[in-house]
């Protein structure tokens, strides 16, 4: 599986910005979808995933209400719309993949989004 994200950069608090994922590999592993970040000195956390074959999402208390998460199977690619950022969203954001939500075996390369106040 390789997964590839883009679209960071720099954007203001109370803005918007929308990363993308392109998935590619055995399907099998890539059931599951997610976006995880992580900032300086911080550990990686959970952000958001969706399931492949009916599109649940989870989302992070951090972010819900604020960040959404889509797919569009048919172009391979994973969204992340990200509304009302604010600085502590500031990080490194990586697209992850799995065979479910438990069990996130593959991680892009992350982009990196920071937010100005």
């Given amino acids: 599986v390789q997964?590839?994200?883009?679209?960071?950069?720099?954007?203001?608090a109370g803005g918007s910005?929308?990363?993308s994922c392109a998935a590619s590999g055995p399907t099998l592993f890539r059931l599951s979808m997610g976006w995880f970040r992580?900032?300086?000195?911080?550990?990686?956390?959970?952000v958001a995933d969706i399931n492949r074959s009916d599109a649940s999402t989870a989302y992070a208390a951090s972010v819900k209400g604020r960040f959404t998460i889509s797919s569009d199977n048919a172009k391979n690619l994973v969204y992340l719309q990200?509304?009302?950022?604010?600085?502590?969203?500031?990080?490194?954001?990586?697209?992850?993949?799995g065979p479910n939500r438990e069990r996130y075996?593959?991680?892009?390369?992350?982009?990196?989004?920071?937010v100005s106040s």
């Fill in 3 to 12: 997964l590839q994200a883009s679209g960071g950069g720099l954007v203001q």
């Fill in 105 to 114: 075996m593959y991680f892009g390369q992350g982009t990196q989004v920071t």
């Fill in 17 to 19: 910005l929308r990363l």
């Fill in 82 to 97: 990200m509304n009302s950022p604010n600085v502590e969203d500031t990080a490194v954001y990586y697209c992850a993949a």
């Fill in 38 to 46: 992580q900032a300086p000195g911080k550990e990686r956390e959970f």
